[in-house]
């Protein structure tokens, strides 16, 4: 067993330094997948996993219940989820059992909702507030509600962009009752070897359930108007926000930007 033990010091805050982070990044990248979650288990007092319902987390809930382990689940609710996606949540959060924690924009409980406050098409005039409103601030508001001192994501170096990069373990600042804090996230599936291919054979292996999409030719699902379907060999996030820059959603970019952004009307 791994036996890293994070530096908490008295008031319960983990304070590690860049350097000792990674150092700790070069011990978790040899571990497999299973380990990185049992020992982030043992080692955070409460460990969350953000999950989409994609076929990565998918695979993430299937090992974390084969390990025995209670982790509770975020979903950020969009209101602008394919049919498929909200039916797999219910699927597979029955399945294992989970304990599901679902946020939705701020005042809004339907798509009605949100289009009279919002507008149509905010996504496509004014995508960073979209980003902002479906992802940023729901993703914020689960972190000061259900205070985890780190959630598990399904990002993946194979995934390519920005993720090419991607660590096992980041911190990232996020807001709570006025104060910047610090929240670990944890990707356990970043290693190489977890290509698009791997990420299926484990699913069908295990016999986790996955978006019905997935067999249509879909990758990579988000919202509805922003997902398309790709060609086989084409890359797994192409299909999302398709002819335009966009690579990623808002919830894993700067918290902290994004609303100064938006309270000055600069997006
Ligand atoms: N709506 C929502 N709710 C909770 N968590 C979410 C959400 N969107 C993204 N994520 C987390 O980000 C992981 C990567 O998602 P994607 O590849 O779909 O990209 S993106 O974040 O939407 O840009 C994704 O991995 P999966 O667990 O495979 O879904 C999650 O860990």
Same mark, same amino acid.
């Given at each position: 067993?791994?036996?890293?033990?994070?530096?908490?010091?008295?008031?319960? &805050? %983990?304070?590690?330094?860049?350097?000792?982070?990674?150092? +700790?990044?070069?011990?978790? /990248?040899? @571990?497999?997948?299973?380990? #990185?979650?049992?020992?982030?288990?043992?080692?955070?007092?409460?460990?969350?996993?953000?999950?989409?319902?994609?076929?990565?987390?998918?695979?993430?809930?299937?090992?974390?219940?084969?390990? &025995? %382990?209670?982790?509770?689940?975020?979903?950020?609710?969009? +209101?602008?989820?394919?049919? /498929?996606? @909200?039916?797999?949540?219910? #699927?597979?959060?029955?399945?294992?059992?989970?304990?599901?924690?679902?946020?939705?924009?701020?005042?809004?409980?339907?798509?009605?909702?949100?289009?009279?406050?919002?507008?149509?098409?905010?996504?496509?005039?004014?995508?960073?507030?979209?980003?902002?409103?479906?992802?940023?601030?729901?993703?914020?508001?689960?972190?000061?509600?259900?205070?985890?001192?780190?959630?598990?994501?399904?990002?993946?170096?194979?995934?390519?962009?920005?993720?090419?990069?991607?660590?096992?373990?980041?911190?990232?600042?996020?807001?709570?009752?006025?104060?910047?804090?610090?929240?670990?996230?944890?990707?356990?599936?970043?290693?190489?070897?977890?290509?698009?291919?791997?990420?299926?054979?484990?699913?069908?292996?295990?016999?986790?359930?996955?978006?019905?999409?997935?067999?249509?030719?879909?990758?990579?699902?988000?919202?509805?108007?922003?997902?398309?379907?790709?060609?086989?060999?084409?890359?797994?996030?192409?299909?999302?926000?398709?002819?335009?820059?966009?690579?990623?959603?808002?919830?894993?970019?700067?918290?902290?930007?994004?609303?100064?952004?938006?309270?000055?009307?600069?997006?």
């Amino acid at each position: 067993m791994f036996d890293y033990k994070l530096p908490f010091n008295q008031n319960g &805050n %983990i304070d590690i330094s860049e350097k000792e982070l990674q150092y +700790l990044n070069s011990q978790l /990248e040899k @571990l497999s997948s299973e380990q #990185i979650i049992k020992w982030a288990a043992s080692s955070f007092p409460r460990l969350f996993q953000e999950t989409a319902f994609g076929p990565s987390g998918n695979v993430i809930m299937d090992m974390i219940y084969s390990s &025995n %382990i209670k982790v509770p689940v975020i979903f950020i609710d969009t +209101l602008y989820h394919f049919d /498929e996606t @909200l039916d797999l949540a219910k #699927i597979i959060t029955d399945k294992y059992n989970a304990d599901l924690h679902i946020y939705k924009p701020n005042g809004c409980s339907s798509r009605k909702e949100f289009v009279e406050i919002h507008g149509d098409n905010l996504w496509d005039l004014y995508p960073n507030k979209y980003d902002f409103l479906v992802k940023a601030e729901p993703g914020n508001r689960a972190y000061s509600e259900l205070r985890p001192k780190c959630v598990i994501t399904g990002r993946r170096r194979s995934q390519k962009g920005k993720r090419e990069s991607l660590k096992i373990l980041e911190i990232v600042n996020i807001e709570i009752d006025g104060r910047t804090e610090k929240l670990f996230k944890l990707n356990p599936l970043a290693k190489e070897e977890w290509t698009f291919q791997k990420i299926k054979s484990y699913l069908l292996a295990y016999q986790v359930p996955y978006n019905t999409l997935l067999n249509k030719g879909y990758k990579s699902i988000g919202d509805i108007h922003s997902t398309s379907p790709v060609n086989g060999d084409d890359d797994e996030r192409s299909g999302r926000w398709k002819g335009t820059d966009k690579t990623e959603c808002g919830l894993h970019s700067d918290y902290f930007l994004m609303k100064t952004a938006f309270i000055a009307r600069q997006i």
